[in-house]
């Protein structure tokens, strides 16, 4: 009779074994995550000299612990370790130079974050990968035009438009004589920047101005400036600015400009006319005289010399 009672109480006994195991483990499903609220930086550049030059890999503790981090690359092999540090339970933040151990650059590519709980004795890798990106996009200027403009507000040739193209998505800065004047729109490979040669609201003047797009891709990373040529600001000339005529004869002077109307004074007189010619009388006295023409409230001036006999 008591042989009959023994598999019965091996069976009794593993069905609580079997019990426990799974209540345990079920205690275990629903115990916190000693982490919560995870952020990493996805992309960075560490030699960027810029906002992304560090990547951040921040959480939630859900108690006070001795917590470092280590950086693994794609092969799992450590590359850095973090400093340990003892922190209260809530927000905890670190910060990666993109360096390993000996303070090197570490390769382009992916790269992991391990959390090490030291009281717990608890290490944790996270899921979030961070990218490495030194290279600097390659960017180049496909046209600008037009070549010459006279932003006097007239509504004609008011601005230049450069038409740039990117290797991989960058925001590009439009550079006028060296000097970031145009920012663009969002990271982009294709786009257009317009100036309308103003600085602070003001017209520039007249003169020529070189070209150069930059652009930053989103590590940070920041392309050599690519060539635009120039630009040439330009509201009313007078070419020649000076010129030699007999007494009374007609002067025939050619403006440039994209005026329909210009105003004119010379020798006591005044009037108007449309470019690209004036037709002048000259003076009946010989003499050294100035030829004033003005447009849009810019003016060029000419030396006229009328000699005798």
């Known amino acids: 009779m008591r042989r009959a009672h023994v598999p019965a ?3 009794a006994a593993l069905l609580v074994g079997t019990a426990a195991a799974f209540v345990y483990t079920e205690s275990l499903k629903l115990e916190p995550a000693p982490l919560r609220k995870v952020r990493v930086t996805r992309l960075f550049s560490p030699v960027c000299k810029c906002e992304t030059s560090k990547a951040r890999i921040a959480f939630d503790v859900r108690t006070g612990d001795v917590v470092s981090v280590s950086l693994e690359d794609a092969g799992g092999n450590e590359v850095r370790r973090l400093a340990a540090r003892p922190v209260r339970a809530g927000p905890v933040a670190f910060l990666w130079n993109g360096r390993d151990a000996e303070g090197n650059v570490v390769p382009d590519g992916t790269y992991h974050p391990r959390v090490r709980l030291d009281l717990l004795e608890k290490e944790i890798e996270l899921q979030n990968e961070i990218r490495v990106d030194t290279t600097p996009p390659r960017v180049s200027v496909a046209s600008a035009a037009p070549r010459v403009i006279s932003p006097d507000g007239d509504g004609r040739a008011e601005r230049v438009a450069v038409v740039y193209v990117a290797g991989e998505p960058a925001q590009a800065v439009l550079r006028v004589g060296g000097i970031r004047r145009v920012l663009g729109k969002g990271f982009r490979r294709r786009g257009q920047l317009e100036w309308f040669g103003r600085v602070d609201g003001r017209p520039v003047r007249a003169g020529t ?15 050599r400036p690519a ?15 000076a010129y030699r005529t007999r007494p009374g004869a007609v002067l025939r002077v050619a403006v440039l400009t994209d005026a329909r109307r210009v105003a004119w004074r010379f020798a006591g007189r005044t009037g108007t006319g449309r470019p690209p010619f004036l037709r002048l009388p000259a003076p009946a006295e ?11 409230g810019h003016g060029a001036a000419a030396r006229v010399v009328v000699e005798s006999g």
Do not use: C, I, K
Request: glycine share 12%; aromatic share 10%; charged share 20%.
């Open 9 to 11: 109480a091996l069976t």
């Open 209 to 223: 101005y070189s070209l150069a797009v930059v652009g930053t891709d989103l590590a940070g990373n920041r392309s």
């Open 227 to 241: 060539d635009g040529g120039v630009v040439r600001v330009r509201y009313v000339e007078l070419v020649p600015d």
């Open 286 to 296: 010989p003499g050294q005289y100035r030829l004033f023409v003005t447009a849009n």
